[in-house]
C-alpha cells in the first residue's frame, strides 16, 4: 500500500505570509519614497511617475508596478493624498425640457448623412439616448395629432 504524501501546509502558510509580508512592506516603502521625492521636486505624480521613481531608487533596480500601488491600500491612499492627475468625471449634460424642444425636430432633413447621425448618436449617454427618444415620441403624437385635427376638419 502507498502511503499519501501531506504537506506540512502550516509551515508552508507561515512562510509564505512572510514573504508576502516582506514584499508588501518593501513596495511601500519604495512607494512612499517615490512618491515624497516627485512630491518634493514639484513633478506630476502619478502611475507611471511613480513606477519610474521607484526603479531609481530601488538598489535592486527593480521598483514596483503601476499596479502595485492600485492594490496596496495603504501605498494607494499614500498616493490619492498626492496624486496631481485628474481624476475622470463625466461630463453633465444640460437636461432640455420636453415640450420646448419639439419645434427643433421640423427642421430634420430626410437626405441628410445617417453616419454621422449614428456616429452623434453613439456620442450620448443612456440617459441623454432616452431623453430624445421620448422628445421624438412627443413630437411624432403632436404631429399624428395636428394631421387627424386637420383629417377631420377637411370632411366636415
Known amino acids: 500500500m502507498r502511503r499519501k504524501f501531506v504537506s506540512p501546509q502550516i509551515n508552508e502558510l507561515e512562510w509564505l505570509q512572510a514573504s508576502y509580508e516582506q514584499k ?30 521607484s526603479k531609481e531608487i530601488d538598489p535592486d533596480g527593480k521598483g514596483i508596478h503601476q499596479n502595485t500601488i492600485r492594490k496596496n491600500k495603504e501605498l494607494h491612499n499614500h498616493f490619492l493624498k498626492h496624486s496631481t492627475t485628474k481624476v475622470y468625471k463625466p461630463l453633465k449634460r444640460s437636461h432640455k425640457p420636453l415640450n420646448d424642444d419639439l419645434e427643433a425636430f421640423k427642421h430634420i432633413k430626410q437626405d441628410r448623412d445617417i453616419d454621422r447621425v449614428r456616429q452623434r448618436y453613439m456620442q ?29 376638419e377637411k370632411y366636415n
Open 24 to 53: 508588501k512592506n518593501r513596495s511601500l516603502e519604495l512607494g512612499v519614497k517615490a512618491i515624497d521625492t516627485l512630491h518634493n521636486e514639484g513633478k506630476t505624480v502619478s502611475y507611471r511617475t511613480v513606477s519610474d521613481k
Open 124 to 152: 450620448l449617454t443612456k440617459p441623454e439616448l432616452v431623453d430624445l427618444l421620448v422628445r421624438m415620441e412627443q413630437y411624432i403624437a403632436h404631429q399624428n395629432q395636428t394631421w387627424i385635427k386637420s383629417e377631420f
